[in-house]
């Protein structure tokens, strides 16, 4: 075992928010440390720094989806006067070679911006040895003992199998696979109904490939309704088949190597059966917290989500432990608290270090309960800084709880590296947050569903004014634009603030993004109906939106 190294900051989990945090606290002159392992997934895939965005999310599920873009661009492109020989074959293999190569040089990318920064990074598997202390495993066993005064958990989530069912996870992959197939994964069962089931099923039709969802109940829970339907609707009218209401049973392997899945339709009480190169599991996620020993640093944990509680500091049950990205929660129940008396933290001595490893110093108030600690108090804080207004505290965050985005990670790392070592106050505002589902119809949103704001404010006092439109590139190639629409869900009371927008069509994510910073700053109604469109673009349907749903009228934009 190496000797004990000591850092200012200690960051677990080398992906988006925990790199950010990382770079953002040498900037600032600490010294810092990174430890990141990757276990391989059950089928074997290995992948580098960067996390589940750069290697297995984001990054490699946008560039498929373009691949799938461009093979309807042309099927369009001999309306607009290209000979194009058809059919026009897809390369799996090409494809996925180059996206690979990418994701690749992010990884190195990502080691030489450590590099340049200072910041010292271990390839090891982190677990706690006490509050200030992790020991580190490399992949060939041998052992080192990390300590630092500041500890941030950033370990994300990995996907989850269904274990119950037999043969899933022998035979199944999930989404830390596919992006990483040497072959094509032909015809493909996708079971789940998440952003991920639907944007992989997409992309994969896309490409030319057989692609079924199974989806025991809704599609896109937690967003709104109306969008999710139209989203399934324009899948299924461009070859993506949907099994409703169905649960797979077990999926065995025939002698050709393809794979029999039985299923349960629950509508019927009939069980079916089906044959698929591939069955994809995209069920949701499960946090990396089972293997850090947080028990020894006296972290809590939520027993049902396996998620770490937090405040809005980012501050778990530890004063000088944090936990951001999708590895933390909101913390809204009292928790077993370490290291307080009287509600002040003891701060580490350098000289402390050596007593806690052999097991003493454990304060009697572990174990104790901190009543009453919800996000809207404020914790004690392990450095010295300005007393921060209380305002932003009270803000309780919206009803789907913290998103599971990288930008939003990335962002809280930054701003926990600021108050931890830049004196700042700013706290992450977790409000308004937007994001897109890059299914092949795109469908971006930010604020409140539909469904949210009826409930949060009364259907009395909701305007919605929709649209359905037809983007310009839809016209000359005939494409049908039946699921493109609009919707902006506004507090009725004038000026009427917009609480929800909600966009369905070509470069949601783009279009997006310029409207979420108006939402951010409390745009209403009136602002956006005096706001100039840029024509002929989509975007501008959201300025030109005048039909309430109240209203009952035709909200079909026609002309131009």
């Not at 200012?8 to 600032?28: F, P, R, T, Y």
């Not at 069912?165 to 789940?192: M, N």
């Amino acid at each position: 075992m190496e000797g004990l190294q000591d850092y200012d900051l200690l960051v677990i989990g080398g992906g988006s928010g925990g790199l950010a945090c990382a770079k953002e606290a040498a900037q600032l002159g600490r010294n810092v440390a990174v430890v990141d392992y990757v276990d391989p997934s059950p089928r074997g895939t290995r992948w580098g720094l960067g996390g589940t965005c750069v290697n297995v999310g984001c990054i490699p599920k946008k560039l498929m989806h373009q691949a799938a873009l461009l093979g309807s661009m042309i099927r369009d492109a001999c309306h607009y006067g290209w000979e194009v020989a058809e059919p026009v074959p897809h390369d799996w293999k090409k494809m996925a070679e180059a996206v690979q190569n990418y994701v690749k040089s992010l990884n190195w990318g990502h080691l030489m911006q450590l590099r340049d920064k200072k910041v010292k990074y271990f390839n090891i598997k982190a677990s706690f040895v006490n509050e200030h202390t992790i020991r580190g495993v490399t992949n060939g066993g041998k052992e080192t003992l990390i300590s630092a005064d500041q500890i941030v958990i950033a370990t994300g989530g990995r996907p989850k199998y269904p274990m119950h069912i037999e043969g899933a996870l022998e035979y199944g992959i999930t989404s830390d696979d596919i992006f990483w197939l040497k072959e094509s994964p032909g015809k493909t069962l996708v079971v789940g109904a998440s952003y991920v089931a639907l944007e992989c099923a997409g992309f994969l039709a896309g490409l030319g490939l057989d692609s079924t969802v199974m989806m025991r109940s809704i599609p896109l829970r937690g967003f709104d309704q109306q969008m999710a339907s139209l989203v399934t609707e324009h899948m299924a009218a461009h070859g993506t088949r949907f099994l409703r209401g169905c649960t797979p049973l077990c999926v065995r392997k025939l002698p050709d190597s393809r794979l029999q899945v039985t299923w349960k339709d629950h509508a019927s009480g009939r069980e079916d059966t089906g044959t698929f190169d591939t069955v994809l599991w995209a069920i949701g996620r499960v946090p990396e917290t089972a293997s850090l020993n947080l028990e020894k640093a006296g972290v809590s944990v939520n027993p049902s989500s396996q998620k770490i509680p937090v405040d809005a500091r980012e501050t778990t049950s530890v004063p000088h432990i944090y936990a951001i990205g999708d590895v933390a929660e909101v913390r809204l129940f009292p928790l077993t608290v370490h290291g307080l008396r009287a509600g002040i933290h003891q701060p580490r001595t350098r000289g402390s270090l050596r007593t806690s490893l052999r097991g003493e110093g454990q304060g009697s108030e572990a174990g104790q309960l901190c009543e009453g600690w919800t996000p809207s108090l404020t914790p004690p804080l392990p450095y010295p800084q300005p007393a921060p207004s209380m305002e932003p505290l009270r803000r309780l965050p919206p009803r789907r709880g913290r998103p599971e985005l990288t930008p939003t990670a990335i962002l809280a790392g930054k701003l926990l590296a600021r108050r931890l070592f830049g004196k700042s106050s700013v706290l992450m505002d977790y409000d308004n947050v937007p994001t897109t589902v890059f299914t092949p119809l795109e469908y971006g949103c930010v604020g409140l569903s539909e469904e949210e704001a009826v409930a949060r404010h009364g259907e009395e006092h909701i305007e919605v004014y929709h649209a359905y439109y037809k983007p310009l590139e839809f016209t000359v190639a005939e494409r049908d634009a039946s699921q493109c629409y609009i919707k902006m869900v506004c507090l009725r009371e004038p000026p009427q603030p917009v609480v929800g927008l909600h966009f369905l069509g070509p470069s949601a994510g783009e279009v997006m993004q310029g409207f979420a910073l108006g939402i951010k700053c409390g745009a209403s109604y009136a602002q956006l109906m005096q706001t100039v469109g840029i024509h002929p673009t989509c975007a501008e349907e959201v300025a030109k939106l005048h039909i309430s749903k109240r209203s009952g009228q035709d909200p079909t934009v026609t002309g131009c």
